[in-house]
């Protein structure tokens, strides 16, 4: 039953292969002044505002252009960041000298100007301007203007997370998060963290064979924000290059979180981890909201049944138009050929969700269960097995790398090498 689901071929999949993907990293808390001289200009940029990666910016708009920036600046202090829309038939670099006069030292400047601007980019740049955008422009173009200047600037990378939630209770969400996290460890060689978010009955610990002391709720019930130190002592080693930050699984207490109660370990941890995988638990409240939201990527797991397809259907639709600027998240199909089991079809699946899903990963109780109560990874007990294959093209797909491919050593090197060896000292002999 199983091969035939795969076989079918009404059940599309979307398996466009994974290309590098423009990643914008969140800007820091800085405040951003507009000045604008056309309403299109000011409405991209009250659009990009609401951008989740300019959440922690305060970004207000203005008219009037450069003449109001001066004019503002005369009896207010400059902010971090100012955006200048250039006028037709203005000269920018007469402005600019006059705003230098009224600039704080250490204010950036962004301009925005059009194409018929003829104002060389290197008398800007003399001027102190940190970046030029040509017009017309996009929310997103604001968004990585002013992202971009602090992205460029700092020393440290900033990490990609990866949220993992259950279009419904059981679906397997939490088994596809860890192996999807395992795989960009193992074959996508980049270092990853996994966050158990369900602090009361999580498995990562079970599923990775740690039983750490700390984890997550040592970091979040803390009274003090969370520094790189404190939270590398929290993390469980799981693989060379996959670390654990377990959920405690235990009913002492109750876990009831405000909206940003995880902000803190999520902005720690981006700053020395390149991706972060989040397990977020199947609810829908303040924090896991702002989590799924405030993710740079979102899967979402699914079982092709009517509720999953309902509640899959509604959490798109939620996080797209949160998140407008971003790209849209994905969904795979999880348990799919189950035996005896009324299912829906990936193609009615799909044309319901108006998307296709990444990955329809098959039914296969002997397998995922001998990995659960191992305490093992699909790709350790079934390395040729299709559905390994399926994690990695997941992983691929949420991260947009590429497989780094590991050094394979044929059981001849041992003969070849004795070969050579002897060659060689022949022809010493000889010379």
Not at 51 to 76: F, N, Q
Not at 86 to 92: A, L
Not at 373 to 388: E, P, S, V
Request: contains cysteine; negative net charge; charged residues 20%.
């Amino acid at each position: 039953m199983i091969s035939r689901v795969f076989q079918n071929s009404d059940d599309q999949l979307d398996d466009t292969p994974a290309q590098p993907e423009e990643y914008i990293s969140p800007a820091p808390r800085v405040s951003v002044q507009a000045f604008c001289a056309s309403v299109a200009i000011a409405t991209a940029v009250r659009a990009a505002s609401e951008d989740r990666r300019l959440g922690k910016a305060h970004l207000s708009v203005h008219m009037g252009g450069i003449a109001a920036a001066i004019d503002a600046y005369h009896t207010a202090p400059t902010p971090n960041v100012i955006l200048l829309e250039t006028e037709p038939g203005s000269d920018i670099l007469e402005g600019l000298d006059e705003l230098a006069t009224v600039c704080d030292a250490g204010t950036r400047v962004v301009v925005i100007g059009s194409a018929n601007d003829v104002t060389p980019y290197r008398e800007l740049v003399r001027r102190g301007v940190s970046d030029y955008v040509t017009g017309p422009i996009e929310p997103i173009d604001v968004v990585r203007a002013i992202c971009g200047l602090y992205a460029a600037s700092e020393a440290v990378a900033v990490g990609r997370i990866v949220a993992v939630v259950g279009a419904k209770g059981g679906v397997g969400a939490s088994t596809v998060a860890h192996n999807v996290a395992w795989t960009i460890a193992r074959d996508l060689a980049l270092d990853s963290v996994v966050i158990d978010l369900d602090l009361a009955f999580g498995t990562a610990g079970l599923d990775y064979n740690q039983d750490p002391v700390q984890g997550i709720a040592n970091a979040v019930f803390q009274q003090e924000r969370p520094d790189s130190a404190f939270m590398e002592r929290l993390l469980a080693k799981c693989a060379d290059r996959l670390n654990l930050l377990a959920a405690p699984a235990t009913l002492d207490q109750v876990y009831d979180f405000g909206a940003d109660a995880f902000d803190a370990i999520f902005d720690t941890m981006r700053m020395t981890t390149p991706c972060i995988v989040l397990d977020v638990p199947h609810q829908w409240s303040a924090w896991t909201k702002r989590t799924l939201v405030g993710a740079d990527d979102i899967l979402i797991v699914a079982e092709p049944d009517l509720a999953n397809m309902r509640n899959a259907k509604n959490m798109l639709n939620v996080l797209k138009a949160a998140r407008p600027n971003d790209r849209p998240p994905l969904y795979c199909l999880n348990q799919v050929g189950m035996h005896k089991r009324p299912e829906i079809s990936t193609r009615e699946f799909a044309k319901a969700i108006e998307s296709q899903p990444i990955a329809a990963i098959p039914f296969d109780s002997k397998m995922f269960g001998t990995a659960a109560n191992n305490g093992q990874m699909i790709a350790q007990i079934a390395a040729k097995h299709r559905t390994t294959q399926m994690f990695l093209q997941i992983a691929q797909r949420m991260t947009g790398h590429a497989v780094t491919k590991r050094s394979r050593t044929s059981f001849l090197a041992p003969i070849i090498k004795k070969l050579q060896g002897a060659t060689a000292r022949r022809a010493a002999s000889k010379g």
